[in-house]
């Protein structure tokens, strides 16, 4: 069972995913299920950006994901800042199934996030499209969603996912995919440290 720690940086071993995606898709709701595995309305949108850790394993050992959420930065700015960006593994593009406009829309982050990462970290991003709400009536086809994804954004067709923030529907099962992109980082043994005093006693060769 996954547990979670709290850190205050980025560590080379902490595998960063931001989610993005328009204000009211259920970004906030999603990150509050994964973090705590309940549902949480957002309510009202803030600028404070939030970040929690969390261990999962996977079939390889443990590995440790960051999740990034924008609280509604995209509110109050028309850009992503760099910073935001520093770091990221996976990108988690976000819309919500029974609104068209906000799966439209993700060409718009879509280019500002490779418009932001510098070339030659673009390709090493992993990419998913996540439609949320799958709880309310759709009003984005599957097959607009397939076809956008691998013609447009070069999503592959295991990186797409239908969840619901509200019933925790499928988001077990995206966690472990995001975790499966990552291998377990090795720990070297430290060396045994030598005693102040300690001295070789030599060998005896007695004939």
């Not at 595995?37 to 929690?52: L, N, P």
């Not at 673009?122 to 397939?146: E, H, Y």
Request: glycine share 4%; with cysteine.
């Amino acid at each position: 069972m996954a547990t979670e720690q709290d850190l205050t940086s980025t560590k080379p071993s902490v595998h960063r995913v931001i989610l993005l995606g328009d204000s009211g898709v259920g970004k906030t709701s999603m990150f509050y299920r994964i973090k705590d595995g309940i549902f949480r309305d957002a309510g009202v949108s803030t600028t404070q950006i939030a970040e929690f850790d969390k261990h999962f394993r996977n079939t390889q050992g443990e590995v440790t994901i960051q999740f990034v959420d924008t609280c509604g930065f995209e509110t109050y700015h028309s850009s992503i800042p760099p910073s935001l960006l520093r770091n990221v593994h996976v990108v988690l593009f976000i819309y919500a199934l029974d609104d068209s406009s906000s799966f439209l829309h993700l060409q718009h982050w879509y280019e500002e996030t490779f418009e932001v990462v510098p070339e030659f970290l673009a390709n090493k991003i992993i990419k998913f499209m996540v439609g949320n709400k799958s709880d309310l009536p759709r009003r984005v086809k599957k097959d607009q969603v397939t076809d956008n994804c691998s013609n447009r954004y070069g999503v592959i067709e295991e990186n797409i996912f239908e969840v619901s923030a509200k019933e925790g529907t499928n988001i077990d099962e995206l966690c472990n995919k995001i975790s499966e992109c990552f291998a377990p980082q090795k720990r070297t043994p430290k060396p045994k440290p030598k005693l102040p005093n300690e001295t070789r006693v030599p060998t005896c060769r007695c004939s």
